[in-house]
């Protein structure tokens, strides 16, 4: 004995009920920018200030990229270095997945 069956336009209807549920769990890992000043650098971490009260921690990852003001490479980072930083909020912790290094500003 069956229920229930879906047929065409009832299938599309389901499927697009899926997708609409699915949708802002794909929307919640997309990339995220924070801009600021580096507070501090190491190999294993840098700790962004964006100078309105906020500091926030990034690592880096195997593909890391660097671009900008001559830098290649997350070694080439210096403190005071303003930087835009691109992660996914869903990453804890949070990756540097992209560092645009920006030109200098006053402070």
Do not use: C, H
Not at 87 to 103: H, T
């Amino acid at each position: 004995m069956r229920i229930f069956t879906l047929r065409g336009p009832g299938r599309a209807l389901v499927l697009a009920a899926i997708i609409a549920l699915l949708a802002p769990t794909v929307a919640s890992a997309q990339m995220r920018e924070f801009t600021g000043r580096i507070d501090r650098v190491s190999k294993k971490k840098m700790i962004v200030d964006n100078r309105m009260g906020d500091k926030v921690s990034f690592v880096p990852i195997e593909t890391t990229e660097v671009t900008g003001e001559g830098k290649e490479k997350w070694k080439d980072l210096k403190k005071k270095d303003w930087v835009t930083v691109s992660w996914k909020f869903v990453d804890k912790p949070r990756k540097a997945y992209k560092v645009k290094v920006l030109p200098p500003r006053e402070d």
